[in-house]
């Protein structure tokens, strides 16, 4: 658990039950922000920002409650409210990244503060989406995979062009895709003999190649081991690597935002390492299923291909750019 998050969760669960007025502490005075947490008379977790400025107003989101209002020292409160209990682990891991974000950011008041309104945009998006329910092992290993590969396309694209070509949480037909060509990944597991296409369209080439990756995982049991990463290490890995740039974080926590994915323990019970890549060009021949061999009426085909009938398409390591 992240060290904020747990910290805020203990200090919520001490406040006393049945409190005649809201009550609030300062969260953490080595903060540029002043954020205080709180439990209002009716025992809902509260955070608060006070500010110098009126901050913007903020529409509420679906469970948590956002107001501002004029303090008697002239400063300004930017309140949100919990208003469902069930949902209390969720508030603090929110919270924990507000406060995070916004220290990460903090160039003035203002920044921050502008720092924190992008970051409600990010969790707006999650709430709206129902993207609260965990996601399953194999969505856990096709995510993992697309972000190994991501990182190799900082490398060769460049970190905003390698983001912008991340459209796969966006339902497009391939993973990646730029104007040169695309990049549908897959992850096996070791020694699996077939790989699985959701459709019709993902392996049908239109105005650019397209390529096949496919990564083998082999499952680790410790993140001590060279090149372990559980799904939440290897975000956060990425989100560091991109904390200097604050346009290429959105750009990411945008897309991550889309995949489903919110920072849960349960996902570093999966720890892989890349065993094997092996890159294919799906050119003609290439044995797959196309919209043009449907006959009318057939659409959303699923399917598997066998590995081994795509080694001549294979492209060695020498030849990969």
């Not at 409210?81 to 990244?97: G, I």
């Not at 998006?125 to 900082?154: A, C, H, P, Q, T």
Request: some cysteine; hydrophobic content about 40%.
């Amino acid at each position: 658990m992240n060290p904020v998050h747990e910290d805020l969760s203990n200090r919520w669960d001490s406040f006393p039950l049945g409190i005649e007025d809201s009550v609030f502490q300062l969260f953490d005075k080595t903060h540029p922000l002043r954020f205080y947490i709180g439990k209002s008379v009716e025992n809902h977790r509260v955070l608060m920002l006070v500010v110098k400025s009126r901050p913007p107003t903020v529409k509420s989101m679906r469970v948590i409650k956002i107001k501002s209002y004029s303090r008697e020292d002239e400063t300004w409160a930017f309140v949100l409210t919990l208003e469902n209990p069930t949902l209390e682990p969720m508030f603090s891991l929110f919270c924990a990244d507000l406060i995070g974000f916004s220290k990460k950011f903090f160039g003035s008041e203002e920044d921050a503060l502008l720092a924190i309104l992008r970051r409600l945009s990010y969790w707006r998006l999650l709430l709206k989406r129902d993207s609260l329910n965990l996601l399953s092992e194999n969505e856990v290993r096709g995510l993992w995979g697309e972000l190994i590969f991501l990182k190799k396309l900082f490398t060769d694209l460049g970190v905003n062009a390698a983001l912008k070509s991340w459209v796969g949480p966006f339902d497009a037909p391939q993973d990646f895709q730029t104007d040169e060509c695309s990049w549908e990944i897959k992850t096996i597991r070791p020694a699996a003999k077939n790989v699985f296409i959701s459709s019709e369209l993902q392996l049908q080439i239109c105005k650019s190649p397209i390529y096949l990756v496919i990564i083998e995982l082999f499952q680790t049991y410790s993140l001590d081991e060279a090149n372990s990463f559980s799904l939440n290490s290897l975000v956060e890995e990425i989100k560091s690597s991109l904390q200097h740039d604050i346009d290429a974080c959105d750009l990411f926590e945008e897309r991550l935002s889309c995949t489903g994915y919110m920072p849960r323990s349960e996902y570093d019970d999966f720890k892989y390492k890349v065993n094997n890549v092996a890159k294919y060009e799906v050119s003609e021949g290439f044995p797959c299923i196309t919209s043009a061999m449907l006959p009318t009426g057939i659409s959303n085909v699923r399917y598997e291909i066998n590995i081994s009938d795509c080694e001549k398409y294979q492209i060695k390591p020498t030849d990969d750019n």
